[in-house]
Nanobody, 122 residues
Framework: QVQLAESGGGFVQAGGALRLSCAAS????????MGWFRQAPGKEREFVAA????????FYADSVKGRFTISRDNAKNSVYLQMSSLTPEDTAVYYC???????????????WGQGTQVTVSS
């Protein structure tokens, strides 16, 4: 069973940057798609970015395209989300997820981490 743990969240001012990490402590993710989703209070969980097992295919939400970059290091069983030019609208709990297919739909992913808080102040 794949188990995931996110880290790297924190408090930053608008315009700042953060790098989120997601590490698999059990199982391997080499052949799995990985995605990042976020959820703000009172809102639905929304897609942020996804990468295929190889990392060659990537998807981004329009709201983060050009600002966020997803990458992965399968040798370390990890996936990353580099976030820059952050705004208060990026404030949310960010979740890492693993699934069989690279999609933008949360329900398509099978395993989820506990989330890490990102807070961006104005």
């Amino acid at each position: 069973q794949v188990q995931l743990a996110e880290s790297g969240g924190g408090f930053v001012q608008a315009g700042g940057a953060l790098r989120l990490s997601c590490a698999a402590s059990k199982g391997t993710i080499n052949s799995y798609a990985m995605g990042w989703f976020r959820q703000a209070p009172g809102k639905e969980r929304e897609f942020v970015a996804a990468a295929s097992g190889s990392g060659i295919t990537t998807f981004y939400a329009d709201s983060v395209k050009g600002r966020f970059t997803i990458s992965r290091d399968n040798a370390k069983n990890s996936v990353y989300l580099q976030m820059s030019s952050l705004t208060p609208e990026d404030t949310a709990v960010y979740y890492c997820a693993v699934g069989q297919i690279t999609t933008t739909t949360a329900g398509s992913y099978e395993y989820w981490g506990q989330g890490t808080q990102v807070t961006v102040s104005s």
